[in-house]
């Protein structure tokens, strides 16, 4: 694979980001590609290291050593056959995962040598799509058999385009205006652009999904309903109950969901930038804002950083993150975390360069407002690990007239699995040990099921639930 003895003699190469005094004035893609020589470069890169851990550390599997060893040959068509073998959207991977794969890389063994498995992924499939690679794909034939996926996420889409080109009729029912999911509403313009959403659901549409949006499924079409005009249905409907901070002022106005103010940054932008689906609803006077305010985000993770990233676009007074864990090591612990685990190091997101706060072992006690509405918060230290009790005599509090909550979620909504009569683990995750769950012919996949986790791991389970799924309607074991 790659080059002999290449990674001796070539350095990584980090990804191009434009400069975040440039960027944080747009909403356009702030990572740029690697030159086509420094691409093979860093193909080359990848050793021949008789076990691709990469693999261990890629829930998709992917055949990371050899589209790396293609690009190395300059040999891009068959690349994105390679990737396209293993992950229905790698545009999306590509800008949107944490690489857990470069952590797991052997090179990584001496920290920050990892071959640049991300920026090659990205480069692939964006010129796959330039070069007209990417086609819609309908299956020669249909079984006669019919499938429902509730949600049109990451999850809920790979489910989809394997059940279809496996010949069966899917139909996708998503509550939003459009499909995507997260992918679309909660990560920002400037880490993924809408379009390339657009792009992939014009290819499902092309090879014969059908989508029906602005549709709840046990609302506006019952449970019943679903099951009797389908064969088959899969659950793909996220976790998308949120962590809450049960203290006093929580009820005060000022203080929201983290998804709150993405959803309404994201119909804003699409507005802006010309992306607006129809059926979305009409931006009014009382949408989420953080322009001119003193913005507190709760939550350390990604979700808290694209609220931050947002914030200071929105030319906020002032953004600030907090988190209850203790600020973590700058390097990878390996008593805790050992190659080729994914490391618990400090980070420091995308956001935090453009601007803004942070601190870590916060424990918030209390908000408080005038009239009604959020004015300040008052928190104090905690020694960084459970129960995050606060420490006496280090109680402060701040200007706080939007506070954003991203404390992560705790499991999928439970009115549908209800109805359907689903059973549930000790989590409130849908009860599906081999995405079959306890009710004949209903299925589940992605967070739904596992709980909050990464997109790769998304559209794995959309992928491994879609071969179950065909596996029932064909009656094989």
Not at 78 to 99: K, S, Y
Request: charged letters at 25%; proline letters at 7%; one cysteine or more.
């Amino acid at each position: 694979m790659g080059e002999l003895g290449a990674f001796l003699k070539i350095s990584r190469a980090e990804p191009l980001e434009r400069d975040p005094a440039e960027r944080v004035h747009d909403v356009r893609e702030f990572v740029r590609p690697l030159p086509l020589a420094e691409l093979r470069s860093q193909g080359a890169r990848c050793m021949e290291c008789g076990v691709p851990f990469c693999h261990h550390g890629c829930p998709l599997g992917n055949l990371i050593p050899d589209w790396n060893d293609l690009v190395y040959r300059d040999r891009w068509r068959e690349a994105i056959d390679q990737l396209h073998r293993t992950n229905n959207f790698p545009e999306f991977t590509g800008r949107l995962c944490p690489a857990p794969c470069e952590a797991a890389c052997v090179l990584e063994i001496r920290e920050g040598e990892a071959v640049t498995i991300k920026q090659i992924e990205v480069s692939i499939i964006d010129r796959a799509w330039d070069e007209g690679w990417v086609a819609p794909r309908p299956p020669a034939r249909r079984t006669g058999r019919t499938v429902a996926v509730v949600g049109a996420g990451p999850a809920g889409l790979a489910c989809a385009q394997q059940l279809n080109r496996a010949g069966h009729s899917v139909t996708v029912f998503e509550r939003d205006e459009a499909g995507g999911g997260l992918v679309r509403f909660g990560v920002p313009e400037f880490k993924i652009e809408k379009r390339l959403v657009e792009r992939r659901l014009a290819q499902l549409e092309a090879e014969g999904v059908e989508f029906r949006y602005g549709v709840t499924v046990g609302v506006d079409v019952g449970a019943d309903e679903l099951r009797a005009a389908h064969d088959a249905v899969v659950l793909a409907t996220g976790s998308r109950v949120p962590r809450d901070l049960p203290v006093p002022g929580r009820e005060l106005e000022g203080v929201h969901y983290a998804m709150e103010y993405l959803y309404d940054r994201a119909r804003a932008i699409a507005a802006q930038v010309g992306t607006t689906a129809p059926g979305s609803p009409l931006l009014s006077d009382d949408v989420v804002t953080a322009a001119g305010k003193h913005v507190i985000v709760i939550g350390g993770g990604d979700t808290g950083a694209d609220c931050v990233a947002n914030a200071l676009r929105e030319s906020a007074a002032s953004v600030t993150q907090i988190e209850v864990l203790g600020e973590p090591p700058a390097k990878r612990p390996d008593d805790l975390t050992p190659w080729p685990r994914w490391p618990m190091k400090l980070r420091t997101s995308y956001a935090l360069k453009e601007g803004g706060e942070r601190d870590f072992a916060i424990t918030t006690t209390h908000l408080s407002g005038v009239d009604g509405r959020v004015e300040r918060i008052h928190w104090a230290h905690n020694e960084g690990t459970p129960p995050f009790a606060p420490v006496s005599g280090t109680e402060e509090s701040r200007p706080a007239e939007l506070v954003l909550l991203a404390m992560g979620f705790l499991h999928p909504e439970q009115p549908l699995l209800e109805q359907l009569g689903v059973h549930r683990d000790a989590r409130g995750n849908a009860e599906a040990p081999s995405y079959a769950t306890s009710v004949e012919g209903v299925f589940a996949a992605g967070d739904a099921r596992r709980g909050q986790s990464l997109i790769v791991w998304a559209i794995n389970e959309g992928r491994q639930c879609a071969e179950q799924v065909d596996a029932w309607l064909s009656g094989r074991p």
